[in-house]
């Protein structure tokens, strides 16, 4: 802005620094919220993005002019086939960081897994039952299998959820009693209930500022360029700070949508809404699948986590939403 007088709103967030390419198509769940309830459950599933469709709701919220009539919701579908529990793992807090200090793998695993640990769990259970009050946190180890919801992958996708619920004794009762057998998806959330959704966004390579951090093109025959930041720092001391919007990686960021709302669980035999021709780079769904309210991150059939929220509101109604109508239309597909 160095050929203006006057100030004017930084352009691109600070908030996503470095923007870099994730390192992997799975995001990694750094943090696992702590819920309310006596029941334990799992804090988190895989899914896969299908596409995005639109429905129509009743307006359940009380202090809107809408409430009680219908409301359109750009929906986001997403494939939640079983999930096999494989194993858990157990943490203790050393030196203000946590430490695994035992795991257990179940006796049959799917394809592709790979046991780091042979103990039965049996054993591991009679082991680790009196030693309960020093553990911090239970994880449950998990291994979605891409094919039962479309995808050619083959290799299985493993990793490592929270368990909440209740407390650490009930905990690890819990984990212990799931693994080895598969969890839907409508055993762990419920129709109604918000949720965070976690992903890597779509790429675009390499753009410039205007592209990738939202500046202003110059005017005309202000200099040579005019998709270019006018002036990146002073003469003295010659540095280019790194809040200056530059050229780089557009896309491919790992991203969390908080605060979505699920419309419905169904499955896609029982309540099919595959369009004609079947969803645009996915094809038909034919497994159990959720409506989730708005965006997702990523393309389709990009694996994301959903997780219980980080930020639950305390007066959000968690009831069942009435759908009246489900598009099974592809928009721009006659």
């Known amino acids: 802005m160095g050929h203006r007088k006057h100030s004017a709103p930084r352009r691109g967030s600070l908030a996503y620094i470095p923007r870099g390419r994730v390192g992997d198509f799975f995001?990694?769940?750094h943090n696992w919220p702590k819920i309310k309830g006596s029941s334990p459950t799992l804090l988190g599933l895989p899914a896969v993005k299908v596409s995005t469709i639109h429905t129509i709701t009743i307006d359940d919220r009380s202090k809107t002019p809408n409430f009680g009539k219908p409301r359109f919701n750009p929906t986001s579908v997403l494939a939640v086939p079983d999930t096999a529990v494989v194993g858990l793992r157990l943490y203790v807090r050393e030196n203000g960081a946590e430490r695994a200090v035992g795991e257990v793998y179940a006796k049959t695993v799917?394809?592709?897994?790979?046991?780091?640990?042979?103990v039965p769990l049996e054993k591991f259970i009679e082991t680790w039952k009196p030693k309960l009050s020093g553990l911090t946190r239970i994880s449950a180890v998990l291994a979605m299998t891409p094919r039962d919801a479309g995808i050619s992958q083959k290799q299985p996708i493993v990793f490592e959820v929270g368990v909440g619920g209740g407390d650490i004794a009930a905990q690890f009762d819990y984990a212990a009693k799931v693994v080895g057998k598969p969890v839907k998806f409508s055993e762990v959330f419920k129709a109604g209930g918000y949720v965070d959704v976690i992903g890597v966004t779509k790429g675009h390579g390499y753009e410039g500022p205007v592209t990738r951090m939202g500046i202003k093109r110059k005017q005309h025959k202000s200099r040579k360029s005019v998709r270019a930041v006018g002036v990146i720092g002073p003469w003295h001391p010659a540095a280019v700070m790194y809040t200056v919007a530059r050229a780089g990686q557009h896309g491919f960021h790992q991203r969390t949508e908080s605060g979505k709302r699920i419309l419905s669980i169904s499955n896609g035999k029982d309540a099919p809404i595959t369009p004609k021709g079947g969803f645009e780079h996915f094809g038909e769904l034919n497994t159990d699948y959720a409506l989730v309210r708005g965006s997702v991150p990523g393309t389709n059939r990009r694996v994301v986590v959903v997780r219980y929220p980080m930020r639950p509101h305390p007066?959000?109604?968690?009831?069942?939403?009435q759908v009246l109508e489900v598009s099974t239309k592809v928009a721009g597909r006659k």
């Open 27 to 29: 995001p990694t769940v």
């Open 110 to 118: 799917p394809k592709g897994v790979e046991k780091k640990s042979d």
């Open 315 to 321: 007066k959000a109604n968690t009831a069942p939403v």
